[in-house]
């Protein structure tokens, strides 16, 4: 089916990237996800406000002198006057500046393919938000975790019931990545950007939503306990939260950078009464499933008992891993092909039902003023969409 979309569709999709110059991590991994499929051409950017860093990255990735911006608004004018213009302009920036660009690029007619958080505050995001629904594009954001396919797997058996009424969900990022000497990551503990929450809306935001899209329930309220580990941080590098969730569900989430030791820290575990599922991402291509009175049950990435979201993320046979990159190139490929089924009249619903978009990022940027309300007053806040 999805060759047959890309066959009447007629050509590969064309995107842009501001942001991601060299040096930049996420640059790199967008540019290796988004080549994985094949779909995508990146053939025009704005990847550096460095004027030198800007045209060496072009250069890097073959985009043609002219199609090299000097940033988003020259971008925009470019792309525009074109009549091969790009579909979707990826936006790889700092979370303070996402607001502004992707609004710009939505009102110019582009898809947006944005970093997370969406913004670093909620009022922001519901900008975004507004911004989508008056323009018509779509904004698909790079929640990559979701990719993964134990993720789907699991996500597919709570929504069929395999655990029975979800009662208990536990969430961690905790991992020992920053500190304020960190080039690429001071600016999430210095207060320079983000100020207090911009460590916790980076690794928080992840874990919350992760939470939701697993558990199939929103947080509706949050109890926190934020704190600065490291005494020389501005804004917040742990964070516990105590968790409501639609349905009467409880849960906890634990975010840091201050977890010494621990090389990622991404973990979830989905308890319901009939059972329960977790999954770490130090071992992606496995899912525990215990059922209650029954023993526990590993279930491997594309093994028995396989679902069909699973299967379909899945990129190799069991036994041999996919990885980050291909979770993250998993999101790149249903993005296109919901575009795909956008430009030949078709429905793009399928393509969409496990894509992060605009709503995920404002309701985990509400959670995380949430918990920063709840801290403030040592009482439990509701998360404000």
């Known amino acids: 089916m999805t060759a047959t979309l890309l066959e009447r569709f007629g050509r590969r999709l064309r995107v842009a990237m501001v942001g991601g110059g060299i040096g930049s991590y996420i640059g790199e991994t967008h540019a290796i996800a988004l080549r994985t499929d ?83 505050t909620a009022a922001d995001a519901r900008r975004v938000a507004a911004a989508v629904a008056g323009s018509g594009r779509r904004l698909m954001l790079t929640h990559c975790y979701s990719g993964y396919p134990m993720v789907r797997q699991a996500r597919e058996m709570v929504a069929r019931g395999d655990l029975g009424r979800i009662t208990l969900v536990e969430i961690r990022f905790a991992g020992g990545m920053y500190a304020a000497t960190t080039p690429h990551g001071s600016w999430r503990v210095d207060g320079t950007e983000g100020g ?9 935001t992840h874990a919350v939503h992760l939470a939701e899209f697993v558990a199939g329930r929103r947080i509706t309220t949050v109890h926190a306990d934020l704190a600065r580990v490291d005494p020389g941080h501005v804004a917040f590098d742990n964070a516990y939260l105590t968790l409501d969730f639609e349905g009467g569900a409880r849960g906890r989430c634990w975010a840091t950078s201050q977890a010494a030791g621990a090389t990622h820290g991404l973990a979830i575990t989905v308890h319901g009464d009939r059972g329960s599922l977790s999954w770490n991402h130090d071992t992606p291509e496995t899912l525990c499933w215990r059922a209650d009175g029954e023993s526990d049950r ?30 993250f190139a998993n999101l790149y490929r249903d993005f296109a092909f919901a575009l795909f089924a956008d430009g030949v009249g078709e429905d793009a619903a399928p393509y969409l039902a496990d894509l992060p978009d605009v709503a995920d990022g404002v309701r985990t940027l509400a959670v995380v003023e949430a918990a920063v309300r709840s801290d403030e007053t040592g009482r439990p806040a509701a998360v404000d969409i």
């Open 38 to 120: 094949g779909v995508w051409d990146l053939v025009a950017g704005a990847f550096s406000r460095t004027s030198a860093t800007n045209a060496a990255t072009g250069r890097s990735w073959l985009v043609a002198p002219d199609r090299t911006y000097a940033d988003h608004r020259a971008l925009i004018a470019g792309e525009s006057a074109r009549a091969d213009r790009v579909d979707a302009v990826i936006v790889a920036t700092r979370p303070s500046s996402h607001a502004e660009i992707a609004c710009d690029l939505l009102a110019a007619g582009f898809h947006v393919i944005c970093e997370k958080p969406l913004t670093d």
């Open 196 to 204: 207090v929450t911009a460590l916790t809306a980076d690794l928080g």
């Open 298 to 327: 590993l279930l491997t990435k594309a093994g028995p008992g396989a679902t069909p979201a699973a299967l379909a993320a899945a990129r190799f046979t069991a036994g041999h891993p996919d990885g980050y990159a291909l979770a």
